[in-house]
Nanobody, 121 residues
Protein backbone atom coordinates (compact mmCIF):
# COMPACT_ATOMS: atom_id res chain seq x y z
CA UNK A 1 0.00 0.00 0.00
CA UNK A 2 1.05 3.56 -0.65
CA UNK A 3 0.46 6.03 2.16
CA UNK A 4 0.39 9.75 1.51
CA UNK A 5 0.89 12.38 4.17
CA UNK A 6 -0.26 15.95 3.59
CA UNK A 7 0.90 18.92 5.61
CA UNK A 8 0.87 22.69 5.53
CA UNK A 9 -2.80 23.49 5.87
CA UNK A 10 -4.19 25.97 8.36
CA UNK A 11 -5.97 29.26 8.88
CA UNK A 12 -4.85 32.24 6.83
CA UNK A 13 -6.24 35.69 6.12
CA UNK A 14 -7.40 36.65 2.63
CA UNK A 15 -4.42 37.57 0.51
CA UNK A 16 -2.12 35.31 2.47
CA UNK A 17 -0.10 32.29 1.41
CA UNK A 18 0.26 28.65 2.34
CA UNK A 19 2.41 25.84 1.04
CA UNK A 20 1.03 22.33 1.07
CA UNK A 21 3.24 19.25 0.93
CA UNK A 22 2.43 15.66 0.09
CA UNK A 23 4.96 12.96 0.81
CA UNK A 24 5.12 9.20 0.66
CA UNK A 25 6.90 7.27 3.34
CA UNK A 26 7.94 4.24 1.37
CA UNK A 27 9.88 3.31 -1.73
CA UNK A 28 7.69 3.22 -4.81
CA UNK A 29 8.60 1.61 -8.13
CA UNK A 30 7.07 4.38 -10.26
CA UNK A 31 4.80 7.39 -9.83
CA UNK A 32 2.93 8.84 -12.75
CA UNK A 33 0.67 11.85 -12.39
CA UNK A 34 0.34 13.54 -9.00
CA UNK A 35 -2.40 15.99 -8.19
CA UNK A 36 -4.12 18.22 -5.66
CA UNK A 37 -7.87 18.22 -5.18
CA UNK A 38 -10.10 20.16 -2.84
CA UNK A 39 -13.56 19.85 -1.43
CA UNK A 40 -15.45 22.82 -0.07
CA UNK A 41 -18.34 22.33 2.37
CA UNK A 42 -21.41 21.15 0.51
CA UNK A 43 -19.58 20.84 -2.79
CA UNK A 44 -18.07 18.06 -4.81
CA UNK A 45 -14.36 17.38 -4.84
CA UNK A 46 -12.63 19.22 -7.66
CA UNK A 47 -9.19 19.11 -9.17
CA UNK A 48 -6.94 22.03 -8.36
CA UNK A 49 -3.80 21.08 -10.24
CA UNK A 50 -1.85 18.07 -11.41
CA UNK A 51 1.64 17.36 -12.63
CA UNK A 52 3.06 14.52 -14.71
CA UNK A 53 6.28 12.68 -14.00
CA UNK A 54 7.87 14.80 -16.70
CA UNK A 55 6.80 18.03 -15.03
CA UNK A 56 3.92 19.07 -17.27
CA UNK A 57 1.26 20.85 -15.22
CA UNK A 58 -2.44 21.58 -15.46
CA UNK A 59 -3.97 24.17 -13.17
CA UNK A 60 -7.65 24.96 -12.70
CA UNK A 61 -8.75 28.31 -14.08
CA UNK A 62 -10.03 29.37 -10.65
CA UNK A 63 -6.52 29.26 -9.18
CA UNK A 64 -4.36 29.96 -12.21
CA UNK A 65 -1.74 32.66 -11.56
CA UNK A 66 -2.16 32.16 -7.81
CA UNK A 67 -1.30 28.50 -7.20
CA UNK A 68 1.81 26.62 -8.34
CA UNK A 69 2.21 22.86 -8.29
CA UNK A 70 5.63 21.21 -8.23
CA UNK A 71 7.23 17.89 -7.35
CA UNK A 72 10.55 16.42 -6.37
CA UNK A 73 10.73 13.00 -7.96
CA UNK A 74 13.75 11.93 -5.94
CA UNK A 75 11.84 12.55 -2.72
CA UNK A 76 8.44 11.37 -4.02
CA UNK A 77 7.09 14.68 -2.76
CA UNK A 78 4.65 17.15 -4.25
CA UNK A 79 3.94 20.74 -3.29
CA UNK A 80 1.21 23.31 -3.82
CA UNK A 81 2.23 26.93 -3.30
CA UNK A 82 -0.91 28.96 -2.76
CA UNK A 83 -0.70 32.75 -2.94
CA UNK A 84 -3.31 35.50 -2.83
CA UNK A 85 -5.70 33.17 -1.08
CA UNK A 86 -9.41 33.93 -1.16
CA UNK A 87 -12.25 32.80 1.11
CA UNK A 88 -13.55 30.63 -1.74
CA UNK A 89 -10.30 28.64 -1.56
CA UNK A 90 -11.45 27.24 1.78
CA UNK A 91 -11.82 23.49 1.90
CA UNK A 92 -10.11 20.19 2.54
CA UNK A 93 -7.18 19.68 0.20
CA UNK A 94 -6.27 16.15 -0.84
CA UNK A 95 -3.24 14.88 -2.64
CA UNK A 96 -3.45 11.99 -5.02
CA UNK A 97 -1.09 10.05 -7.19
CA UNK A 98 -1.15 7.26 -9.70
CA UNK A 99 1.58 4.77 -8.90
CA UNK A 100 2.96 1.27 -9.24
CA UNK A 101 4.23 0.33 -5.77
CA UNK A 102 6.41 -2.48 -7.15
CA UNK A 103 7.42 -3.60 -10.61
CA UNK A 104 4.90 -6.43 -10.24
CA UNK A 105 2.01 -4.05 -9.46
CA UNK A 106 -0.44 -2.45 -11.78
CA UNK A 107 -1.01 1.28 -11.61
CA UNK A 108 -3.74 2.66 -9.39
CA UNK A 109 -4.73 5.86 -7.64
CA UNK A 110 -3.89 6.59 -4.02
CA UNK A 111 -5.25 9.37 -1.80
CA UNK A 112 -4.12 11.21 1.26
CA UNK A 113 -6.31 11.96 4.29
CA UNK A 114 -6.65 15.63 3.46
CA UNK A 115 -5.57 18.85 5.12
CA UNK A 116 -7.88 21.73 6.02
CA UNK A 117 -7.31 25.14 4.49
CA UNK A 118 -9.40 28.00 5.86
CA UNK A 119 -9.19 31.48 4.42
CA UNK A 120 -10.92 33.95 6.67
CA UNK A 121 -10.41 37.29 8.33
Amino acid sequence: QVQLVESGGGLVQPGGSLRLSCATSQTIFSINTMGWYRQAPGKQREVVADITSGGRTNVADSVKDRFTISRENVKNTMYLQMNSLKPEDTGVYYCSLNARPTKFSGGRDYWGQGTQVTVSS
